[in-house]
């Protein structure tokens, strides 16, 4: 049964929604685009945020952990989720964070830092070389009660949160899409989706075809046997955080057409990607695609600052 605690948490959250995409030229392909608001869940812990870190922090808590040591960027949507989490919970948390300490916090730091977040910065080389220890017990020097949560919380744990957004799902699709990082949440995805159903992850990073052994390697402990999978490599951008004026275009567009919020890491390029695929064609007449928005609205505070 699920901890007290976060139990509390759940029943507080938003209730993501299916609201469909109207947009004329998608119509008139005979597609019907739909997005899974995930955005909705909470204004913190929102997107694949809670849904990743969900079982987690059950495990965490289980074992009576007191600090949860993890890793990310300096506009990282998961640290930000986690050291929130940490508050709520009464976990003491604390980061190791790519790059130089900036002399002027940006507002998502100063967020994990009011929320009791211990930030530690590393160095590019030394950032990598985390990227080693893949589960909660394997970070050098760990002390007993501590629990090391590796990048975007890619761990087996993640899969199951996720998973439970596809029972949400009370409208009959044939495809999901869905942005990736790390691709954990892809990766959860394709574990519980029928087999008939394809779904399409959307990197956020340039030179990303090794996700797809990383998908492979999240799945080998699930009893998953969907094959139709496909991580799409072009809708980069220049790289990971990389935008580039069309881009921007389109979220203002979209923002505009649609009064949904999007942001440029991961949404955006997703939706830029499902747009310019369905234009050439690249789905059939009469399929209806559901795509995941994964939140992490927190982040634009880094394009305007
Ligand atoms: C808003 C948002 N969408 C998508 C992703 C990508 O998720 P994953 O790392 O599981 O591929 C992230 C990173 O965790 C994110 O912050």
Redesign the pocket.
């Known amino acids: 049964m699920l901890n007290k605690q976060l139990v509390a948490l759940e029943k507080k959250l938003g209730v993501s929604t299916l609201t469909q995409i109207i947009e004329p030229f998608i119509q008139e392909q005979g597609i019907e685009l739909y997005l899974k608001r995930d955005d909705l869940l909470h204004p913190v812990i929102?997107?694949?945020?809670w849904r990743?870190l969900k079982y987690i922090l059950e495990h965490a808590l289980a074992l009576k952990t007191h600090k949860i040591i993890s890793m990310g960027g300096a506009y990282?949507?998961?640290l930000h989720a986690l050291a929130y989490a940490g508050k709520l919970l009464g976990i003491r948390t604390e980061a190791r964070i790519r790059g130089e300490r900036p002399e002027v916090l940006n507002p998502t730091l100063s967020d994990m830092l009011n929320w009791g977040m211990h930030l530690e910065f590393v160095s590019r080389s030394d950032y990598r070389l985390l990227r080693a220890y893949k589960a909660y017990d394997t970070l050098p020097g760990l002390q007993e009660g501590e629990y090391w949560l590796p990048?975007?919380?890619?761990m087996d744990l993640?899969l199951l949160g996720?998973a439970e957004l596809i029972a949400e799902i009370d409208l009959d699709y044939d495809a999901l899409c869905?942005?990736?990082?790390?691709?954990?949440?892809?990766?959860?995805i394709v574990s519980a989706v029928p087999n008939d159903k394809q779904v399409f992850?959307f990197a956020?990073l340039k030179g990303a075809a090794y996700?797809n052994d990383e998908v492979k390697s999240l799945l080998k402990n699930t009893a998953c046997h969907n094959n139709e999978w496909v991580i799409q490599l072009q809708y980069h951008f220049g790289g990971f955080a990389k935008i580039r004026p069309e881009l921007l275009q389109f979220i203002q567009q979209f923002e505009q057409t649609q009064s949904i919020k999007l942001?440029p890491?991961?949404?955006g390029k997703?939706l830029y990607g499902i747009y310019d695929l369905i234009s050439q064609g690249y789905f059939k007449s009469g399929q209806r695609i559901i795509a995941i928005h994964?939140?992490?609205?927190q982040?634009n505070r880094g394009f305007s600052s």
């Open positions: 929102s997107g694949n945020k990743k990282s949507n998961h990048e975007g919380g890619a993640a996720v869905v942005p990736c990082g790390t691709a954990t949440t892809l990766a959860g992850g956020a996700l942001e890491i991961y949404t997703m994964t939140g992490g609205l982040g």
